[in-house]
Structures are given as structure tokens and as C-alpha cells.
T-cell receptor, first 109, second 114 residues
Framework: QQNVQQSPESLIVPEGARTSLNCTFS?????YFWWYRQHSGKAPKALM?????GEKEEGRFTIHLNKASLHFSLHIRDSQPSDSALYLC?????????FGLGTRVSVFP | EAAVTQSPRNKVTVTGGNVTLSCRQT?????MYWYRQDTGHGLRLIHY???????QIGDVPDGYKATRTTQEDFFLLLELASPSQTSLYFC?????????????FGSGTRLLVI
């Protein structure tokens, strides 16, 4: 079974700052890597994904993947109060996606 | 828009009670999943299915049964509910197993077993 760890557990950042979230995984054969966002009381929703080593940018969000280091990250540029949420990383395995415990991000004005 | 609808939104039952959680998707997705979400444990997979009549065991299946009656409908059954099953339950659907396509989650069912 895939083991997925996230850090930090929580983060408080001022509006306009850069937010960086980390995720490590245990299975070097994994091929698909996702970030989901869950606002309080709501369903998780996919933010973006990456399938190959390197970097992928979509608007204010950037994913970095380093398979050799078993690590990927999410960076949020110009963080907004609306970015306050639980961020879940996910990695595919035989049964589908396994999720990390999440990083709770709070962006204050 | 692709949708996953769960019912009920909230449920209270007594220990030993019988509970059925329902999930319907209008996405024409092959895969459907039941997760539970708990503080300190995150989202954990209970059961999943890749089509009507199919059932696969997830990572935390003990105490749960599930049934996929149609392409659209997936049910989670707790036949002898215990307080340890108090949780927030999410249903999700996807085209594949989290490879190219993302999961679409329902809004969740909050279950309290007293």
C-alpha cells in the first residue's frame, strides 16, 4: 500500500505571500500525482495533477515533481483568503488514489 | 456538469443499528468509491467498484458492506453500526483509477453513531 505524507500540518500566511506545500510518497512505481483542495464543510475538488518529472504551472498554482526523491510539491503564488482550505495530495496505486492527511492553510488579509 | 449526489446529508443512529448511505452519479463514470474522512487519518478507502455488480475491497473494509446496483448507484451498508464508525463519508466517481482523470466527490454524509 502506498504511504503518502504531507508537511507541514498547517500553515498561516499573509495575503499576497507564496505558500509551499510538500508531499512524499513511498512507491517509486507511482505515475500519477494530484493536489486536491477541500474548503471547510465541502467536498474535495481536484486542483491539478502532474504525470512526469518537472514543473507544471496553472495560473497562480505550480506543481513540482521529483520522482527520484519521491517528492512533489504545490506552490501558490499571491495567496488569497479564498485559498484558505485543507490541501490534500494524492498518489495513484493499484486501488486508485491514496491521500495524505492534508495541510490546513489559512491566509489572512 | 458531472455530479455525485449523496444522501442523507446527516444521519444519527444507535449502536447496533442498520444504516445505508446512498450515492448516485450522473457522470457515466466506471469507477465509484466510498471513503471515510477522520481527523488524524485523512481520507481512507472503504470499498470501490468498477461497474454494476462489481465490488472491490479497499483499505478499511471491516464493518462495511457495499453494493453497486447500477452504473449510477453505489450504496454503503453498516449492518451493526458502532461508535468507531462515526465519521464523514464521501462517495466519489471517476473514469479511471486516478490516472488521467480526477475524482468527482459528493458533498458527504455525516454519520453519528451513539
Amino acid at each position: 500500500q502506498q504511504n503518502v505524507q504531507q508537511s507541514p500540518e498547517s500553515l498561516i500566511v499573509p495575503e499576497g505571500a507564496r505558500t509551499s506545500l510538500n508531499c512524499t510518497f513511498s512507491d517509486s512505481a507511482s505515475q500519477y500525482f494530484w493536489w486536491y483542495r477541500q474548503h471547510s464543510g465541502k467536498a474535495p475538488k481536484a486542483l491539478m495533477s502532474i504525470f512526469s518529472n518537472g514543473e507544471k504551472e496553472e495560473g497562480r498554482f505550480t506543481i513540482h515533481l521529483n520522482k527520484a526523491s519521491l517528492h512533489f510539491s504545490l506552490h501558490i503564488r499571491d495567496s488569497q483568503p479564498s485559498d484558505s482550505a485543507l490541501y490534500l495530495c494524492a498518489v495513484n496505486y493499484a486501488q486508485g488514489l491514496t491521500f495524505g492527511l492534508g495541510t490546513r492553510v489559512s491566509v489572512f488579509p | 456538469e458531472a455530479a455525485v449526489t449523496q444522501s442523507p446529508r446527516n444521519k444519527v443512529t444507535v449502536t447496533g443499528g442498520n444504516v445505508t448511505l446512498s450515492c448516485r452519479q450522473t457522470n457515466s463514470h466506471n469507477y465509484m468509491y466510498w471513503y471515510r474522512q477522520d481527523t488524524g487519518h485523512g481520507l481512507r478507502l472503504i470499498h470501490y467498484s468498477y461497474g454494476a455488480g462489481n465490488l472491490q475491497i479497499g483499505d478499511v473494509p471491516d464493518g462495511y458492506k457495499a453494493t453497486r446496483t447500477t452504473q449510477e448507484d453505489f450504496f454503503l451498508l453498516l449492518e451493526l453500526a458502532s461508535p468507531s464508525q462515526t465519521s464523514l463519508y464521501f462517495c466519489a466517481s471517476s473514469v479511471d483509477r486516478g490516472q488521467i482523470s480526477d475524482y468527482t466527490f459528493g458533498s458527504g454524509t455525516r454519520l453519528l453513531v451513539i
